[in-house]
């Protein structure tokens, strides 16, 4: 199973609000309940495109032709994708690109990973051009948003909602980090090859990554798995399924 890795969307990070941001984003990232967007203004004041994170399909437009309403476009995976806390479906809501960034665009679209989507823009009365965006893990819900307790409209999905830095690797072949604001995103890493070394028992294989976590699985002894991202001493070996990673060795 070939899953892809979600990765950053912009050439250049230039993350101009985070989620803790006291201009607009604290009554999304307080509120009951919550959610974590970012503002991204890329490399300068221009308007940088935005790029597909994976192969991703549109679920919703709303606002375009509608100087009130700022331009927001829902995007959801089209399978699961690998992010640095697990396997899962992601989507997310992004806003303010122009309408005539996405005069064409219709609902069903995809986009393929690293493709262009549309540059920033300020449509709906953003002070600068950039994107503001917000994601979560699972499938889009609803009419993807509801108000939460502080009045602002929130990401519905079939999952959680969740900061960036725990869904996006940074491709560094891709994405150049101007601005983080302090987010700690992770290096994408590639798959590897490992044998399973626990002579005389087999390895439990947990639903996450923590010895707290339901055991799912055991494997064998030397057996061969696939180790797709680690985190905390823990590796993910797929859907739901990770090992902690001092069992695994490079030969058999
Ligand atoms: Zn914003």
Known sequence: MAWQYLIYPFK??????TYDGSYSHRKYS??????????????DTGRDYMYAPADVVVKKIYGRGDSGKPNTIWL????????????????????HMSD?????LKVGDVFRAKEKMFR??????????HIHMTWGTGKFKGSGWSANSNGAYVLTTTGSNRKPEKLFFVD??????RDSRGLKFEKKPEPKTRYVHTPGSRLNVRK?????????GKLADKLKVTVYARRNGWSLIGVKKWVASRYLKKTR
């Open 30 to 43: 307080t509120g009951n309940k919550k959610d974590y967007p970012i503002d991204e203004a890329g490399a």
């Open 208 to 216: 996450s990554y923590s010895v707290k976590s339901e055991v799912v």
């Open 100 to 104: 005539a960034d996405i005069a064409n």
């Open 12 to 17: 250049v990070m230039g993350i101009s609000q």
């Open 120 to 129: 920033e823009g300020t449509d709906g009365g953003a002070t600068g051009n």
């Open 76 to 95: 959801q995976t089209r399978k699961k994708v690998i992010t640095p806390i697990g396997i899962f479906y992601v989507t997310g809501r992004v806003t």
């Open 172 to 177: 560094s072949g891709f994405t150049r980090i």
